[in-house]
């Protein structure tokens, strides 16, 4: 098992354009969760799933966020008509239910919008 | 959420013994103490927890006060690759990580 992978590291876009990001959890983890992290900030949470379900969203997260988690594997982040104030990290991590012994982070992607 | 504090920041220098305060007065009697740690340009990375006992592991060691108000993350030989943001997190079980801005430790060789 390789952890938790992110696709792709960074993303550059021009203000206004759609952007999709993918996490690959941990096989067996059947909690996948999304985080954004802001420069000087520590991680912010967005939503996470078990197994296909979304069961929370965060506040930040607004109608131009969606996630999916198809089949209870890989997960999708998009944001459409991005501002220049969705610039950050963009964090994925997953654990198995509760995850008593925490998440298990990606590496994230870095978007720039430009 | 629970809050935690600490320091914004902290130096040590390298192969010295580092130790990490965070005061979490309003902890409650099923939060337990995490620690992240993350590295620049990566995800945080999970050091240790505990709930009320001291707990050690291969990467740092975990001291609870008694009233459990506050606890140290302890570093026993820093280096360089120790350098990172340190997270101290209450949670209790299945609640989402809720994450402060940390402390910055620096290694000095």
């Known amino acids: 098992d390789t952890g938790v992978s992110q696709d792709p590291r960074h993303k550059i876009t021009k203000r206004g354009q759609n952007v999709t990001f993918r996490c690959d959890p941990i096989?067996?983890?059947?909690?996948l969760y999304w985080y954004r992290q802001t420069l000087g900030q520590g991680p912010e949470f967005l939503t996470y799933f078990q197994n296909e379900a979304q069961l929370e969203k965060s506040r930040l997260l607004s109608d131009r966020f969606s996630a999916e988690r198809p089949k209870g594997s890989f997960s999708t982040l998009e944001i459409q008509r991005t501002e220049q104030g969705d610039s950050a990290m963009y964090l994925c991590?997953?654990?198995?239910?509760?995850?008593?012994?925490?998440?298990?982070f990606g590496s994230g992607t870095r978007l720039t919008v430009v | 959420d629970a809050k935690t504090t600490q320091p914004n920041s902290m130096e040590s220098n390298e192969e010295e013994p580092v130790h990490l305060p965070c005061n979490h007065s309003t902890i409650s009697g099923t939060d337990y103490i995490h620690w992240y740690r993350q590295l620049p340009s990566q995800g945080p990375e999970y050091v240790i927890h505990g709930l009320t006992s001291n707990v050690n592991n291969r990467m740092a060691s975990l001291a609870i006060a008694e009233d459990r108000k506050s606890s140290t993350l302890i570093l026993h030989r820093a280096t360089l690759r120790d350098a990172a943001v340190y997270y101290c997190?209450?949670?209790?079980?299945?609640?989402?990580?809720?994450f402060g801005p940390g402390t910055r430790l620096s290694v000095l060789p």
């Open positions: 991590a997953s654990s198995p239910d509760g995850g008593l012994y925490g998440y298990t």
């Open positions: 997190i209450l949670r209790n079980y299945g609640q989402n990580f809720v």
């Open positions: 096989s067996e983890h059947n909690r």
